[in-house]
């Protein structure tokens, strides 16, 4: 079994130069070389935003996803950005549905319905890269305690050979890669613990006896379309624990601002990098007719916790709420416009 489980992995590798060892399924820790993180740490901070297929607007009923996508106020998004002095974008490709403002042929070939027409995150991509802003985005596989209890099933979460989770993973994976090529500038993948019961986190909820997730396999297709391109998997919120050593940055999934970067790199070698949310702590906009909260801290304290990760070369991103349009809540943004001035030399 693991030798035929070994060559449908392998087959998905291509042919491209990617500086790393490639592990036989089920092995150990092979060589990698992480890629360079200098970029990333030379930022200052960062937005990210979980826009996802159950955002809702500020009033009114919500728009089905693939209109939502077509009516994504991105131009205005974009200014928003720029007045806040972000560094990069973390966006949201999939959360808790697997439903992605892209198209993507192999998601289509899994389950039918769970893309669009609109490519939102190239026209992202594309527009960052023009400002010389940095583009990472997020990934969840969406296989997490019935969520999406449809795409579990199509995905093959629940098949009795996981191989076939892991390959159409990887595909989904890899075809983005392809696609946005060296815009993509990292990844961050969350839900490990959904995969993995390994971890300081176990929320698995089919069997996986006998299967070990192909982590070295899956960063390898992560990389296809940029070899430099980075990758973080999340072990959960503050957890540094490695489901695999390939991987170059932390995931840094934060809940308030009491521990700032010590050191530019972890321990465990990866580069520092932080994200918590700056309003709303629920992440995702989802309640109708409500306005997203306030920012959480005072301008002092969220200034005093940058400089401090900063002076590590440590960049901080912040979860801004959004609405379903495209737009993010105001005073989190004018809060991070003043965090931008505060911190120029």
């Known amino acids: 079994m693991r030798k035929i489980q070994r060559r449908k992995f392998v087959s998905l590798l291509g042919t491209g130069a990617i500086a790393i060892g490639v592990p036989s399924f089920g092995g150990g820790q092979a060589d990698y070389r992480r890629a360079n993180t200098d970029w990333l740490a030379k930022?200052?901070?960062?937005?990210?935003?979980?826009?996802?297929?159950?955002?809702?607007?500020?009033?009114?009923?919500?728009?089905?996803?693939?209109?939502?996508?077509?009516?994504?106020?991105?131009?205005?998004?974009?200014?928003?950005?720029?007045?806040?002095?972000?560094?990069?974008?973390?966006?949201?490709?999939?959360?808790?549905l697997q439903m992605l403002p892209a198209p993507n042929p192999v998601t289509d070939s899994i389950l039918s319905g769970r893309t669009c027409e609109r490519d939102l995150i190239g026209e992202l991509a594309d527009q960052l890269a023009e400002r010389g802003k940095?583009?990472?985005?997020?990934?969840?596989?969406?296989?997490?305690?019935?969520?999406?209890?449809?795409?579990?099933?199509?995905?093959?979460?629940?098949?009795?050979?996981?191989?076939?989770?892991?390959?159409?993973?990887?595909?989904?994976?890899?075809?983005?890669?392809?696609r946005y090529g060296e815009k993509l500038k990292a990844w961050w993948f969350d839900s490990s613990y959904s995969l993995d019961p390994s971890g300081p986190h176990?929320?698995?909820?089919?069997?996986?006896?006998?299967?070990?997730?192909?982590?070295e396999h899956f960063t390898v297709a992560a990389k296809i379309g940029n070899a430099e391109r980075l990758v973080t998997y999340n072990a959960g919120v503050a957890q540094t624990y490695l489901y695999t050593t390939h991987q170059d940055y932390w995931a840094g999934e934060l809940v308030n601002l009491n521990a700032p970067a010590t050191a530019r790199f972890l321990p465990n070698g990866?580069?520092?990098?932080?994200?918590?949310?700056?309003?709303?702590?629920?992440?995702?906009?989802r309640k109708l007719d409500t306005p997203i909260s306030a920012p959480l801290y005072s301008d002092e304290q969220v200034v005093g916790f940058v400089r401090k990760c900063n002076r590590q070369m440590a960049p901080m991103t912040f979860n801004v709420g959004i609405y379903q349009d495209g737009k993010m809540a105001e005073g989190s943004v004018e809060q991070l416009h003043r965090l931008h001035g505060a911190l120029r030399p």
Not at 163 to 177: K, Q, T
Not at 270 to 285: A, E, M, P
Request: a negative charge; charged letters at 20%.
């Open 43 to 96: 930022c200052r901070f960062g937005i990210g935003v979980h826009w996802t297929a159950q955002t809702v607007p500020k009033h009114g009923p919500a728009r089905p996803f693939e209109k939502a996508v077509e009516s994504f106020d991105l131009d205005g998004f974009i200014s928003a950005v720029e007045h806040a002095g972000a560094n990069y974008v973390l966006f949201t490709a999939t959360h808790a």
């Open 134 to 178: 940095h583009f990472l985005l997020y990934y969840n596989h969406s296989c997490n305690s019935k969520d999406d209890p449809e795409w579990e099933q199509a995905v093959g979460y629940h098949a009795e050979d996981k191989s076939r989770l892991a390959e159409n993973l990887m595909n989904i994976v890899r075809y983005m890669g392809e």
């Open 202 to 215: 176990n929320s698995v909820t089919t069997d996986m006896s006998g299967f070990q997730f192909p982590w």
């Open 270 to 285: 990866l580069q520092w990098f932080g994200w918590t949310c700056l309003d709303d702590r629920r992440w995702v906009h």
